[in-house]
């Protein structure tokens, strides 16, 4: 089935006389007739369904809708983005163990790896998303698990050369994690430019209405764990804390890593999506084709608009002819990027704060990707906790504005940023 048709349908077919919409299971248990039955399901010899921190049928007719829409052979939801990526990469890399992780990258998710896995004993080594190859390899230790990066970086927008940081890693027989997030699998699939892993925020375009926080992952199934079976152990040696099963012998590449970060991480840290979250989620994605296309035209008619604004120092969107990301967005985005929008105003962060306040249809929010417009000043919101020197590695100047078009119609966004923009002149 075309993508359309996925985001509508995908994930969920009702048998005969069954719910045409995804049901809410709200239920914590399941129940058996007999203690065998449930054995089974521990021992991970039958699949169904006993706990739902485990697993749960709402949740997985959504993660498979979004499995299909990424073209992957395996996925989960979580309760946020952030415990996609944590999960993500804790999935195959640990005490001891590297990765190497684009600079450009969500500030939650740059804290995550720098603080707090760094604790964790996992070192991170950053790089630009714009690293020559020699760079890239240059990064990669005996003990690197693992290369991340975003498609579109929040809030930097950069576009990342997914293919080369693939081979990249590949070179290095590790896989290749990208957070899809504001690319979404509408406008863009990792997995077809060699990306292994892909995770999101569903929190943002995939919901699309600020209702519910959740995060999910998904396995292209490709990654050969087998063949670098001594930098993975704990794919392909046996889990002591499931009666020995080896995931890869068990589940083969198509299922090992999901099966693992679902049997291990999410049976020990528990950060499961709620169902009503996961129904709220699916409702979303059932429209998120129509919204990217108004998203991505609210977002070039504004970065257009701001491009020429005297009061405008800057604009990053790569929509716009002659962004830096501009032809690397041809190839990845051919359709179209998001509608978020980053610039400058002239006079540095003073001018940002005062320009934001006059804002009347954008609303000030640690918020992107939703129906309604928002904007934000990183340098004081999400980004606070980086030095300048970390801020500029991350792409995020101190007057950056992080603007995300909603589904208003463009005219009054621009009349709202021009009324803004006036009182800074
Ligand atoms: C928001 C965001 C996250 C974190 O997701 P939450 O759902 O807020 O936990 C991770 N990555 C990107 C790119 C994001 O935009």
Same mark, same amino acid.
């Given at each position: 089935?075309?993508?359309?048709?996925?985001?509508?349908?995908?994930?969920?077919? #009702?048998?005969?006389?069954?719910?045409?919409?995804?049901?809410?299971?709200?239920?914590?248990?399941?129940?058996?007739?007999?203690?065998?039955?449930?054995?089974?399901?521990?021992?991970?010899?039958? =699949?169904?369904?006993?706990?739902?921190?485990?697993?749960?049928?709402?949740?997985?007719?959504?993660?498979?809708?979004?499995?299909?829409?990424?073209?992957?052979?395996?996925?989960?939801?979580?309760?946020?983005?952030?415990?996609?990526?944590?999960? $993500?990469?804790?999935?195959?890399?640990?005490?001891?163990?590297?990765?190497?992780? =684009?600079?450009?990258?969500?500030?939650?998710?740059?804290?995550?790896?720098?603080?707090?896995?760094?604790?964790?004993?996992?070192?991170?080594?950053?790089?630009?998303?714009?690293?020559?190859?020699?760079?890239?390899?240059?990064? &990669? +230790?005996?003990?690197?698990?693992?290369?991340?990066?975003?498609?579109?970086?929040?809030?930097?927008?950069?576009?990342?050369?997914?293919?080369?940081?693939?081979?990249?890693?590949? +070179?290095?027989?590790?896989?290749?994690?990208?957070?899809?997030?504001?690319?979404?699998?509408?406008?863009?699939?990792?997995?077809?430019?060699?990306?292994?892993?892909?995770?999101?925020?569903?929190?943002?375009?995939?919901?699309?209405?600020?209702?519910?926080?959740?995060?999910?992952?998904?396995?292209?199934?490709?990654?050969?764990?087998?063949?670098?079976?001594?930098? &993975?152990?704990? %794919?392909?040696?046996?889990?002591?804390?499931?009666?020995?099963?080896?995931?890869?012998?068990? &589940?083969?590449?198509?299922?090992?890593?999901?099966?693992?970060?679902?049997?291990?991480?999410?049976?020990?840290?528990?950060?499961?999506?709620?169902?009503?979250?996961?129904?709220?989620?699916?409702?979303?994605?059932?429209?998120?084709?129509?919204?990217?296309?108004?998203?991505?035209?609210?977002?070039?008619?504004?970065?257009? &608009?701001? =491009?020429?604004? #005297? $009061?405008?120092?800057?604009?990053?969107?790569?929509?716009?002819?002659?962004?830096?990301?501009?032809?690397?967005?041809?190839?990845?985005?051919?359709?179209?990027?998001?509608?978020?929008?980053?610039?400058?105003?002239?006079?540095?962060?003073?001018?940002?704060?005062?320009?934001?306040?006059? %804002?009347?249809?954008?609303?000030?929010?640690?918020?992107?990707?939703?129906?309604?417009?928002?904007?934000?000043?990183?340098?004081?919101?999400?980004? +606070?906790?980086?030095?300048?020197?970390?801020?500029?590695?991350?792409?995020?100047?101190?007057?950056?504005? +992080?603007?995300?078009?909603? %589904?208003?119609?463009?005219?009054?966004?621009?009349?709202?940023?021009?009324?803004?923009?006036?009182?800074?002149?």
């Amino acid at each position: 089935m075309k993508r359309d048709t996925i985001c509508v349908q995908g994930g969920y077919r #009702p048998k005969n006389g069954e719910p045409r919409q995804v049901p809410i299971v709200q239920s914590t248990t399941f129940k058996y007739d007999t203690s065998e039955d449930m054995g089974r399901l521990f021992d991970l010899e039958a =699949s169904g369904y006993f706990y739902t921190r485990l697993q749960n049928p709402t949740n997985d007719a959504v993660a498979a809708k979004i499995c299909e829409l990424e073209g992957g052979t395996a996925a989960m939801l979580t309760s946020s983005g952030q415990a996609a990526n944590f999960y $993500a990469v804790l999935n195959i890399a640990g005490c001891g163990d590297h990765v190497v992780a =684009s600079a450009e990258i969500y500030g939650g998710t740059y804290n995550l790896f720098a603080v707090t896995m760094k604790r964790m004993g996992v070192e991170f080594t950053f790089v630009s998303p714009d690293a020559s190859e020699e760079e890239l390899n240059a990064a &990669f +230790r005996p003990n690197t698990k693992a290369m991340f990066g975003e498609t579109i970086a929040n809030p930097a927008l950069s576009v990342l050369d997914i293919e080369l940081f693939a081979k990249v890693a590949h +070179r290095h027989g590790v896989p290749l994690i990208v957070d899809n997030t504001f690319a979404t699998p509408v406008n863009c699939r990792p997995f077809e430019w060699g990306a292994d892993i892909v995770t999101h925020s569903t929190t943002k375009y995939l919901d699309g209405h600020g209702a519910a926080v959740g995060g999910c992952i998904v396995d292209s199934g490709k990654f050969d764990w087998t063949k670098h079976a001594e930098k &993975f152990p704990g %794919l392909c040696t046996p889990d002591e804390s499931y009666h020995g099963i080896t995931y890869t012998e068990k &589940f083969g590449l198509g299922g090992a890593y999901i099966t693992k970060a679902t049997a291990q991480l999410m049976r020990d840290f528990g950060s499961i999506q709620s169902p009503q979250n996961a129904f709220i989620l699916n409702l979303g994605i059932e429209s998120l084709h129509v919204r990217m296309k108004k998203h991505c035209e609210n977002g070039q008619r504004v970065a257009e &608009f701001l =491009s020429t604004h #005297p $009061a405008v120092e800057w604009v990053r969107y790569c929509g716009l002819e002659g962004d830096k990301y501009h032809e690397r967005a041809k190839k990845y985005l051919p359709d179209g990027s998001c509608g978020v929008v980053s610039f400058g105003v002239k006079g540095g962060r003073k001018a940002a704060e005062t320009f934001m306040k006059q %804002l009347k249809v954008a609303a000030i929010e640690t918020h992107v990707a939703d129906a309604r417009t928002c904007c934000l000043h990183p340098a004081s919101a999400t980004h +606070r906790q980086m030095n300048d020197e970390e801020l500029a590695a991350a792409g995020v100047s101190p007057e950056l504005v +992080r603007y995300s078009c909603g %589904l208003e119609d463009a005219d009054d966004l621009i009349a709202d940023l021009a009324a803004a923009l006036d009182t800074i002149k």
